[in-house]
């Protein structure tokens, strides 16, 4: 392709006005094969004098389907624009999509696909965060205030992105040097390693839902061999254990619900965390924990997890 039609591809864009002052633009960030990659952005038409922060939201969807405009996410994200924040909701590559059952004979064979496809997402979300910060001057928006945000397989490629920032990925090197997000807000999710994780710089602020029922994204860890993945009740020891900032907000007997209920019933929680631990950089470690069903499984095995995140 050339860098002229590149260039006209990047520059398209289609403007939708919603009620209550959100205004949707829609503008090509990449191309990765057949796939054109693609982000929305909700913004107030109220006028905003000071740069806004970003949320950079990735959808779930099990890396085999989703949508960045799925309408379970609109009323989240018209709320946080009408808080003059900048919602970027991204396209990125379904890693898992068409996936053969059959061919997946060992838990090693699960783990080796779902690794490959948290990389392309990962990938593609840090193309996104890249076209968002050379479009901050033109958008009046905060370069030193994206939040990386998503639900399910989306909340794994936040984490996973912010991880990899800190461990100096070589995927993270598409990022100007000495970037990191102000901030992650993850709904049910995880980070992949191999071997426990560690964490070579702190990392941002992070707030964390889950629900320690959850069959679909371990709570806890679950490993096969070397590789692993660990939830979000794991990262926040890690956190709490290193003195960096965050939020765990936990329910007890809650399940994968918890990708999505916090963005219906937890947004004055999330406007807390968005303005006390990013725009004020007050850091603290919280851990909230409401009570809910007694007698529920949580010991989930890994074949439990594969069986659950398999197409049927």
Not at 2 to 16: E, F
């Amino acid at each position: 392709m050339t860098k002229i039609k590149l260039t006209a591809l990047l520059l398209l864009t289609a403007a939708t006005l919603f009620a209550g002052g959100v205004e949707r633009d829609t503008y090509i960030f990449g191309i990765q094969g057949n796939d054109t990659l693609r982000v929305d952005t909700y913004r107030t038409t109220e006028t905003v004098t000071s740069p806004r922060p970003v949320v950079l939201f990735a959808f779930g969807g099990g890396f085999r389907t989703g949508s960045r405009a799925e309408s379970d996410y609109m009323a989240f994200f018209h709320h946080l624009a009408n808080q003059g924040i900048i919602v970027v909701s991204t396209d990125y590559r379904t890693g898992l999509k068409g996936l053969d059952a059959t061919a997946i004979k060992t838990a090693d064979d699960f783990t080796a696909a779902l690794q490959n496809a948290i990389g392309m997402a990962v990938t593609d979300f840090y193309g996104a965060t890249s076209f968002i910060l050379n479009k901050c001057e033109e958008w009046g928006a905060d370069p030193d205030k994206i939040i990386a945000c998503g639900s399910s397989a989306g909340a794994i490629t936040a984490l996973q992105a912010e991880y990899m920032i800190c461990n100096s990925s070589p995927l993270a090197s598409a990022l100007p040097e000495g970037f990191n997000y102000a901030g992650v807000l993850s709904f049910a999710g995880a980070i992949c390693s191999v071997g426990q994780p560690v964490w070579e710089k702190s990392p941002c602020p992070m707030m964390l839902f889950q629900g320690d029922a959850d069959n679909i994204v371990p709570y806890g860890e679950v490993t096969v061999g070397d590789k692993g993945l660990y939830g979000s009740r794991y990262i926040a020891n890690q956190l709490n254990q290193s003195g960096s900032p965050y939020w765990f907000y936990t329910i007890s007997g809650a399940g994968h619900e918890m990708a999505g209920t916090p963005m219906v019933d937890k947004l004055d929680e999330i406007d807390f965390f968005i303005r006390r631990f990013v725009i004020d950089e007050k850091a603290s470690c919280t851990e909230t924990v409401v009570p809910g069903k007694t007698g529920y499984k949580t010991d989930f095995t890994i074949e439990d997890y594969i069986r659950a995140n398999m197409p049927r």
